[in-house]
């Protein structure tokens, strides 16, 4: 079973590594993009950092700590990543419902629906070039474990490099999105990629 404690750690190291690659997840949204999608997740996370810190021990089960990570997201980053990856973390939290501790299969659900909230959100779906490309296939994996999830969402990030996008700031290049891998797939492999390191030890 998952405590609040292992969601906080899930939070603290997805905020770790957001800190660590904000510098080339901004690279990568220079070329297909505007160049913020790093410094958007950081000021994000660093707000998530600081809302879970302060919330303590209020926020006392799983499902508030994504809700609060969820809602601070939507509230701090102005981009369409912020929206999309709040309603990811929101509706992940609101399916675990208040229940202290949740197994792998009752997180693994509510990813899913997390991810389905997200498509339904962006109008996305795999292929399109967005997050989803790295969500869908990553979170399709979590049956098996957590560092395969981690693993496929790192290849579906890789494998948007021939993508042409049809979502999204970068689907305003047409044609010359391809060749370039997307900043939102790459910084989902970095969340469910925390995950693992968390569920690890
Ligand atoms: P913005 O494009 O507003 O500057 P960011 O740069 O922070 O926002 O985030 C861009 C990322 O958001 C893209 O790389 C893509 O993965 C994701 N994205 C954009 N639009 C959508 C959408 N409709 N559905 C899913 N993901 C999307
Ligand atoms: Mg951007
Ligand atoms: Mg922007």
């Known amino acids: ?31 297909i993009g505007d160049a913020d999608h790093g410094s958007n997740l950081l000021r994000g996370f660093m707000a998530v950092r600081a809302a879970l810190a302060a919330g303590e ?7 508030e700590v994504l ?28 399916e675990l419902g208040d229940a202290a501790e949740v197994s792998d299969d009752a997180l ?3 990813l899913y629906a997390g991810v389905g909230a997200v498509a339904q959100l962006g109008g996305a779906a795999p292929g399109d070039k967005t997050m989803l490309d790295a969500l869908v296939p990553g979170v399709a994996a979590l049956g098996t ?11 579906g990030a890789r494998a948007t490099v021939p993508l042409q ?6 689907s305003y290049l047409g044609e010359r999105s391809i ?21 690890e030890g």
């Open 165 to 170: 996008a049809r979502k999204g700031r970068a």
């Open 1 to 31: 079973m998952r405590d609040t404690d292992f969601f906080r750690r899930w939070m603290d190291t997805a905020t770790a590594a957001v800190e660590r690659e904000a510098d080339r997840l901004t690279e990568l949204d220079s070329p």
């Open 57 to 63: 021990p209020a926020v006392a089960s799983p499902g």
């Open 108 to 110: 693994r659900e509510a």
């Open 145 to 155: 474990s957590y560092r395969a999830a981690a693993d496929a969402a790192e290849e």
């Open 179 to 199: 060749g370039h891998q997307d900043p939102g797939a790459t910084s989902s492999a970095l969340l469910l990629n925390a995950l693992a390191e968390v569920a």
């Open 67 to 94: 809700q609060l990570a969820g809602r601070t997201l939507i509230s701090t980053v102005g981009g369409a990543s912020g929206p999309l990856y709040g309603t990811l973390l929101r509706r992940t939290g609101k």
